[in-house]
Every structure is written in C-alpha cells, then in structure tokens.
C-alpha cells in the first residue's frame, strides 16, 4: 500500500541482501519509522515487543529470521534452535508456527551449503504469497460487500465495523479484513468503516485509522464498547475482522474483544465475517476455547497509554491508580456459531469443520 506517493510493503530485505528492514509500528500514526534487522535476537525482539504484529506478518517475518539464522549457522542444530527461540515469541497466532514448520520442512533435506540462500528465496516466496492470499481474499469479501450495497439505495454507504488492526500492517500488503474494503473504494462502492479503538494496545485508534486515512476510506473512530449501541441503531451492515487462529471446526481467536463485538452482531442480525488466509487455520486443533494458548501481555499495556503531546512528543502516560494490578488478556475465542462466514483465498466457507473441509477438501 501506499504510505505519501510511495508503495510500501511491511517487510522487506534491505539493500545487503541478508537484513530485513520493517516498519516500526509502535510509532505509528505518528511517525513512521524503518528499522533494520539482521539478527535472530533482533528478529525475536521485533515480534515479541510488537514491531511487528499481526498474524501474517508475524509468520513473515519469522521466516526471515530462519534465513537470517542460516546465514549464519546452517547447521541441524542451528535450525531448531532458530525454530524453538521464535517460536516462543508469540504464542497464538499460528502463522508464525507454519512458518517456522514450513521453513524447517523445506531446508532440512538441504545440504547445509545450500540453506542460506534457499533460506531467504523461501522467505521472500512466503511473502508474495501473503500477498497473493490477500488480494485473492479481497475479491472474495468485495462479493459480499457488492450484494450487501444492492440491497440499498443506490449510492448509499455500506457500513462495516471492524476490530483490531486486520489490515495492510498485519500483513505484507492488503490485509485481511482490509483486503475486501480496499476493493471496494477501488471499485467505486460508497464504504465507511466504523474503526474500534481495540485497547489495550490501540491498534484500531493508531493503525486501522492511519491505514484508513491514508487510503481516503471514509471512517470513524469509535471505543470499544460503542459496537453494540451502533448495531441496535442499525448504523453497522457488516462486522469484518481477522484471526489469528482458526480452528477447524471454524472458532475464530482474535483480538481480545471479538467475542462481544460477534455476540452484539448475533443480537442484532447484523452479519459476522471473519477474513483469513489458509496459514491462520489450525488444522489441529478442534475446540478453540479449550486448546489455542492465549497470549497473557504485560498489564502496563492496561495501565499505561501511549500518545502524543500538545508539544508534539510521543509520551506515556498512567490511567489508572499507580498501584491498581491489570490483567491482559490478549485474545479471546469467537465460538463458529457466531459466524457468518470465513472469507478465505479460495471463497465463503461456513464456520463448521464441514465447510472448512468443503474449501479444503486436501486438509482431509
Ligand atoms: O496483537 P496483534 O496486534 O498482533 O493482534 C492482531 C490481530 O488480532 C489481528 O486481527 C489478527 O492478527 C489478524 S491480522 C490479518
């Protein structure tokens, strides 16, 4: 996407051909920063302190870290162990474990001379391919948004609600959930996004309405708990978010506060779609409550916001009382009765392990 007159991916190799340079997106929408990345300590601190974050750019970039580990050490050992400390860094989304799986099951049959360079061409495939699964998921969900516009007016603005930051910064480019919205204003239909702040971390106030911004989407900041007042108005058509994990019997984990954005869009007749790439389906996994681990984050996201000054610094400041403990949930689990349909590269499939396997029929 295009950040000023320039296209940005969010992850690239730098000019060296074995760093990576990143957007830092904890300075956003403030300033927007690259940083350069060379090690796999560099690699870890990125994903685990939220450099980087979303789903498929977390998988992206720990792809990178492989290469950059094989580079370095291409022995066995070295390729484990990369998998072991990235792995950790982490623990639901789990694009960042396929990548890891798919990078070790493609260089370990390798002689050891060959992995680095295999190392990084497979990394920077994974990267297009991200990209492809997200234009691809864009036309699928531009479908649906197409036949909610023909049941209104002509000209009159489709609403979406969506949750977290699901977008081109989540990704290598389009996003997920942004993917279908991007489409739209490309093709003309009057869209507004109605932009949840998602705290703690504030990815929809500080990422989601940057993305928006400067994509001349029409949008609207609201607090999380203004979702189900909007849909009792009938001021929301459609809720689309992402997921960082989708079970196979199709429950959705995703960012923390999705559950009630999908029980408020249940009481309100108001359709619930979730848009995923096939790396964010845990094929393994059954029951999402009970199985996908929930990444438990630092109660100073809780307690302590991040903003700019009326002097223009980039500050933090306490919210609550200096002693008061948080507890920070990161995720949780949107059971698949809640929703409507999963908006995959390949098209519409129910939440139920059924339509899953009727999209995937290989998954067996
Ligand atoms: O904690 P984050 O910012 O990494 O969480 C991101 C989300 O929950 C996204 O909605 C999800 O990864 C899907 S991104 C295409």
Known sequence: MNVGE????????????QSVEIIDQRWLPHEFRVETIGTVAGIATAIRDMWVRGAPLIG?????????????????EALDAVWETLSKTRPTAINLRWALDEMRRFLKPLAPEERAEAAYRRAAEIADEDVGLNRAIGENGLAIIKEIAAKKKPGETVNILTHCNAGWLATV????????????????????????????????????????????????????????????HGDIDMVIVGTDRTTANGDVCNKIGTYLKALAAADNDVPFYVALPSPTIDWTVADGLAEIPIEERSGDEVSLVWGKTAD????????SPDATPAANPAFDVTPARLVTGLITERGVARASREGLKAMFPERG
């Open 6 to 17: 320039r296209h940005y991916r969010t992850i690239w190799l730098s000019d060296d051909r």
């Open 60 to 76: 992206v970039t720990a792809a990178y870290g492989v290469a950059i580990q094989m580079k370095d050490d291409p022995s066995d």
């Open 173 to 232: 480019d389009y996003g997920t959930a942004t993917a279908p919205i991007y489409l739209a204003t490309e093709a003309g239909i009057p869209v507004h996004v109605y932009v949840d702040e998602t705290r703690p971390r504030n990815q929809g106030a500080q990422l989601t309405a940057w993305e928006m911004a400067g994509h001349g989407v029409p949008h609207t900041l609201i607090v999380d708990n203004a979702g189900g007042h909007l849909m009792q």
């Open 312 to 319: 223009g610094r980039i500050a933090q400041v306490r919210v």
